[in-house]
């Protein structure tokens, strides 16, 4: 068995950092508002931080649960949010905004509702 406080707490920083990646994409309402200013580079930029925390912190997750916490919740690509992590470290200066803003439109509301639920039933 693994240390539930552990991944409770490593949850919770997910949950506060999927809540931080929704304010901070809030006032982002296409593609060029990340890509046509200092401005909105620096809020893809602080996107991509929290992102890249996310897919750390998951890849831990697995790590301490033997990958065996993760997968009972299917309805989030885990695969693709640790793989979003090694895009952003490894190749930072080719990140395609277009798909940062994807994730930021389609999937990280889903991720923080189904983290609270791992979290409540944990």
Known sequence: MYDILLVKGIL???????????HRFSTIKTVSDFTDSPSGKEKLDSICMQLFAIG?????????TDFKLLSKYTDVDWKGAKGMRDIISHH????????????????????KEVIHQIIIEL
């Open 12 to 22: 919770s920083q997910i949950e506060n950092a999927c809540e931080t990646v929704i």
């Open 92 to 111: 930072y200066f080719d990140i395609d905004a277009e798909e940062i803003y994807y994730v930021c439109e389609n999937k990280i509301d889903e991720m």
């Open 56 to 64: 750390e912190s998951l890849k831990n997750i697995d790590k301490i």
